[in-house]
């Protein structure tokens, strides 16, 4: 079985500071790692993955993951912040023969001030 | 190629009376899992499916909940004689075949708001 844990539930940061969302996980076999953005009233969009080769993930608007296999974490990150990225955020791990079932973290509250 | 989805939006229940939300997966993907968002919570896992069979219900309350997937038409989740805790914004999500045993990612609906009161 697979746990993850967001240590931060919420996170307020003023606009274009940095942002770090922390994510760890535990699990007896290999997985493959997600971060979901969730905006007010919406449903869950895919911000990033990890499956294999390079470690550190980016996505198209600025994010970026880095999967640690020793201290089991898959942090994302933000070197600047814009109001837009008001949300919640969801770390996410599935093990390969569960096929695609998720397993979510509780999400961490991100909300950016002017 | 439409997304996930997933109707009504919202659903509004008075408490003893039964819900069904529909899912319409992507084209394609004969792959779909149910979650659970309670208030204030992370997304729960309760049921996977492919078409006409159940492979994972270890999320599904063992009372009241019931899901299918046809062969035709969309996958239904179904609450009997809902109570006020079954409020919660319930989300489906699809994905396609695997292919190679490679995991692919899952592609969310828009998810129903369920009330009861």
């Known amino acids: 079985a697979q746990s993850v844990t967001q240590l931060d539930s919420q996170v307020p940061v003023f606009e274009e500071a940095p942002v770090e969302l922390r994510c760890n996980y535990s699990?007896?076999?290999?997985?493959?790692l997600f971060w979901y953005v969730q905006y007010p009233n919406q449903g869950l969009q895919l911000l990033l993955k990890y499956l294999s080769g390079s470690t550190l993930v980016e996505s198209i608007n600025g994010f970026e993951a880095e999967f640690n296999k020793s201290q089991t974490s898959f942090h994302l990150r933000k070197p600047s912040v814009h109001i837009s990225d008001t949300a919640e955020y969801f770390c996410a791990v599935s093990a390969g023969a569960a096929g695609n079932k998720l397993t979510f973290g509780g999400g961490t509250r991100v909300l950016v001030k002017p | 190629n439409a997304g996930v989805m997933q109707n009504p939006r919202h659903l509004v229940r008075r408490r003893g009376q039964e819900a069904r939300l529909r899912c319409s997966p992507m084209k394609g993907h004969s792959h779909v899992y149910w979650y659970r968002q309670l208030p204030e919570e992370g997304l729960k896992f309760m049921v996977y499916?492919?078409?006409?069979?159940?492979?994972?219900e270890s999320g599904m309350p063992k009372e009241r909940f019931s899901a299918e997937f046809p062969k035709e038409g969309p996958s239904i989740l179904r609450i009997q004689q809902v109570v006020r805790g079954d409020s919660a914004a319930y989300f489906c999500?699809?994905?396609?075949?695997?292919?190679?045993?490679?995991?692919?990612?899952?592609?969310f609906g828009q998810g129903t708001r369920l009330t009861v009161v």
């Open positions: 499916l492919q078409k006409e069979n159940i492979i994972d």
């Open positions: 999500a699809s994905s396609p075949r695997k292919a190679g045993g490679q995991n692919t990612e899952a592609f």
């Open positions: 699990s007896s076999v290999s997985v493959y």
